[in-house]
């Protein structure tokens, strides 16, 4: 009897102590007991194993977003968002789309990190777009043509339709500002005390597709106003490598 559970006692920390890189079998965990450092625009994220950039470079009519890596915690995630993210308007829309993609990793950890940057009206509307989109697991395969596993390293850098999707490294998401005169930019929200900003983000090597983001009156973290249009399909492949990282 003692031996068993000697044997077991093993191979929890076996299980413990492993890599706590996101992976079809390690999904993304809510805490990593990272540390967090900003220098300048440049965000870097450490574990007790990995070490994560984040750096974000904004001008009038370009944003650019650049890492090595998807935040791979909700820790993570949050120290990203009230840090260097979340105090960008662009920024915050780039948080949204990593936040798809920790949704197809990890369920419940990327619904926590979605609804933290989105309003809740539009955050409702979403989340079963979101569902729909993904398969169950990130080890999953699917033959829903609905469901898009690609469909984030399609905004990213490099990645085409015609490469299935095979971005540069390191990542980089691209916004441009929404210079069609049918949007009122900084018009005010009195639903939400705001005003709302229109974006483009770049995708399948230049196309554009539209989203919007709400700097709060008070003060405090941006948050995404609309983002449906990023959860659209992009243009079909018949396969795909999964290494994002």
């Known amino acids: 009897m003692k031996k068993i559970i000697s044997l077991a006692i ?4 076996a299980i413990s102590c492993g890599n706590d890189e996101p992976s079809p079998q390690n999904p993304t965990p809510q805490s990593d007991k990272g540390t967090a450092t900003l220098s300048g625009n440049t965000l870097t994220y450490k574990t007790s194993s990995s070490t994560h950039t984040f750096t974000l470079s904004e001008n009038a009519t370009t944003t650019t977003v650049t890492f090595s890596h998807f935040p791979a915690s909700q820790d993570e995630f949050a120290a990203l968002q009230s840090k260097l993210l979340g105090k960008s308007k662009p920024g915050t829309l780039a948080l949204c789309l990593m936040s798809f993609e920790m949704y197809r990793r990890d369920r419940s950890v990327g619904e926590k990190c979605f609804k933290s940057c989105v309003l809740s009206a539009e955050a409702t509307i979403n989340i079963d777009r979101l569902r729909q989109k993904f ?3 990130r080890s999953a395969t699917t033959t829903d043509s609905y469901q898009q596993p690609y469909l984030v390293a399609a905004y ?11 971005p540069s490294e390191p990542y980089v998401i691209t916004l441009t500002w929404n210079d069609n005169s049918n949007v009122n930019q900084g018009e005010h929200s009195s639903t939400y005390n705001g005003n709302v900003y229109h974006y483009y983000l770049l995708y399948n090597g230049g196309e554009k597709r539209s989203a919007a983001v709400l700097e709060p009156d008070g003060g405090g973290n941006m948050m995404v106003y609309s983002c449906g249009n990023l959860i659209m399909s992009v243009p079909t492949i018949s396969s795909w490598n999964d290494l994002l990282k």
């Open 135 to 137: 398969p169950a697991t």
């Open 10 to 13: 093993i191979a929890f920390l």
């Open 156 to 166: 990213l850098k490099g990645a085409t339709q015609a490469n299935s999707y095979t």
